[in-house]
């Protein structure tokens, strides 16, 4: 696969800086809080460090001062005045090579949260980054700027997930993530929810409660993202950036992208809610990858809780009409509860579906390996999210060979005892279905 042709478009990076940046040297004296106003701050790094949005010259460092991170306001304990905090980026763990360094403000507007953009780094590199606050020293985030647009880098490691219902599990999944390394993470969808306790009911019952009426302020946000962090497997996990990407020939997205006929009949039953209520829209991108030569066109998607591959078809209403792309559908993190591992081909949809090949309704993430001949795609399961610390296994491997559009299945560890796959797993999207006669 021609890695050269990826162009990097950030989805979420806008242009202009979130906060004032002071770049290099001290802090300025006139930022310098007077002695007098100096109040001695409780460790205020309790929600960690983050990084995202990576390009090839930088990326954003992110993190919030919150000595209470649960406290009902939202506003994380902190006194209602501007914080300055120090930041560091180096080329080392131990920071003996310090390339960066400057001071932002953290105002109480914004919930003493910063974000630190950097441009002008050097491509494909890894880089370390702390914050500090008065004595107050933040753990070291561990980030990398993007390949090169113009380069070819030997591999590529990108994982991708969604859904992460505080309510239905534990994160376990994230940490699973982090410890495989990948060099970057695209987030799908349903990065927190914004139900009120209890409102979104996991098949067996929920696990723990969300703190705090249903999202609907950025104070309620950012308590919400506070308990969150609380998650005792997150907490072993590094920080997962909450941003997706889009490459040229990846689309990243969270609407289920190839047909899904639910009626076993001469009916074609399929969700509104999905891109099978977009005909027009679905037939006009899947076209436009045919008339601008994308050379393997992947759809990857998220929210629809449960793993799902896919052929893309130029038309689906024909059954020997060709196949131009792939669909990889990455399950949930915790959404839905433990789920169960099923036969592979078990769906009953996969009888009269014929271009989805997987379908597994266990939680999990996807992780690609994508190189110059090849994307490689391992479908990684959980086998619970209801106690911490579970295992992650592969269940299913997918290979894309370059310029061969669609699937082929190379690594297959159905559990043991055979089972059919349950009723549809999809509980985070509408289902509004439409009925259509086939021509
Ligand atoms: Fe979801």
Known sequence: MSLSRRTILLSGLAAGAAGAVVAGGALPASAAPAPSRTRALSYPFTLGVASGDPDHEGFVLWTRLAPQPLAEDGLGGMPDRTVPVFWELAADERFRHVVRRGVVDAHAASAHSVHVELAGLLPGREYFYRFRVQRHLSPVGRTRTAPAPWSLPATLAMAFASCSQYEHGYFTAYRQLAETEPEIVLHLGDYQYEYARDTYTAPGGNLRDHEGPETRTLANYRQRHAQYKTDPDLQAAHAVAPWAVVFDDLLAQQVFFAQRDRDSGPLTVTSMDAWDGYLASRDRITRGWLAAGVRNPVVLTGDVH??????????????????????????????????????????????????????????????????????????????????????????????????????????????????????????????????????
Do not use: M
Request: net charge neutral; proline share 9%.
């Open 306 to 439: 449960a793993h799902w591959a896919s052929d893309l078809k130029l038309d689906y209403a024909d059954p020997t009409s060709r196949t131009v792309g792939s669909e990889l559908v990455c399950s949930s993190i915790t959404s839905g509860g433990d789920g169960a591992d099923s036969a592979t081909g078990s769906h009953p949809w996969l009888a009269w579906n014929p271009h989805p090949r997987f379908h597994n309704n266990l939680r999990g993430y996807v992780r690609t390996t994508i190189t110059r001949e090849q994307l490689t795609a391992d479908f990684a399961v959980l086998p619970y999210v209801s106690s911490p610390g579970a295992p992650a296994r592969t269940r299913a491997r997918f290979v894309i060979e370059d310029r061969v559009p669609g699937l082929h299945l190379t690594r297959d560890e159905p559990p043991a005892a055979t089972r059919a796959a349950g009723p549809d797993a999809d509980a985070g999207q509408r289902t509004v279905e439409s009925e259509t006669r086939r021509p």
